[in-house]
């Protein structure tokens, strides 16, 4: 699999394309062999959960939404950046604040908390183009199952 770009520009059908195009990544075996079909799943969970908040969630004024999202293997790694014209928000805090929540609301917002789990060098932040860059790794080597709060 080389490197895979899209943009989107509609939310109201952003999650369903997505998910048609990690369909037609498995259909089509562009997965290296090395990327078993967990990790696949992983991988998979995090960017919908990243695509379902900022449907339900981001802030893009009147602009008409960008969202980009690259993916690139790695042999037992896939890295992967999305991008988007919103607002923005500070995810750090925003972990910080979910993880305090973890005992009183053991059912609401655990997103941010799952995909911090799932993932490696997990960042956010205001790329130099003005649009917020959420960049991550899922590793093949990482089982993380047992450490996801819910």
Same mark, same amino acid.
């Given at each position: 699999?080389?490197?895979?770009?899209?943009?989107?520009?509609?939310?109201?059908?952003?999650?369903?394309?997505?998910?048609?195009?990690?369909?037609?990544?498995?259909?089509?075996?562009?997965?290296?062999?090395?990327?078993?079909?967990?990790?696949?799943?992983?991988?998979?969970?995090?960017?919908?959960?990243?695509?379902?908040?900022?449907?339900?969630?981001?802030?893009?004024?009147?602009?008409?939404?960008?969202?980009?999202?690259?993916?690139?293997?790695?042999?037992?790694?896939?890295? %992967?950046?999305?991008?988007?014209?919103?607002?923005?928000?500070?995810?750090?805090?925003?972990?910080?604040?979910?993880?305090?929540?973890?005992?009183?609301?053991?059912?609401?917002?655990?997103?941010?908390?799952?995909?911090?789990? %799932?993932?490696?060098?997990?960042?956010?932040?205001?790329?130099?183009?003005?649009?917020?860059?959420?960049?991550?790794?899922?590793?093949?080597?990482?089982?993380?199952?047992?450490?996801?709060?819910?």
């Amino acid at each position: 699999m080389d490197i895979v770009h899209h943009r989107f520009r509609d939310l109201n059908t952003i999650i369903d394309h997505v998910h048609g195009l990690f369909d037609r990544w498995n259909a089509e075996n562009r997965f290296p062999p090395a990327f078993p079909e967990n990790a696949r799943y992983l991988l998979r969970q995090v960017v919908h959960e990243w695509i379902a908040n900022l449907v339900q969630h981001a802030d893009f004024h009147d602009r008409e939404p960008e969202i980009h999202i690259d993916i690139q293997p790695n042999g037992r790694n896939v890295h %992967c950046v999305i991008e988007d014209n919103s607002d923005g928000f500070d995810l750090n805090t925003n972990l910080r604040i979910r993880e305090a929540m973890l005992e009183k609301l053991p059912e609401r917002g655990m997103g941010l908390l799952m995909m911090e789990r %799932c993932t490696e060098d997990l960042v956010y932040y205001r790329a130099h183009n003005g649009h917020f860059r959420l960049e991550f790794s899922v590793s093949a080597d990482k089982d993380p199952w047992m450490d996801i709060p819910f």
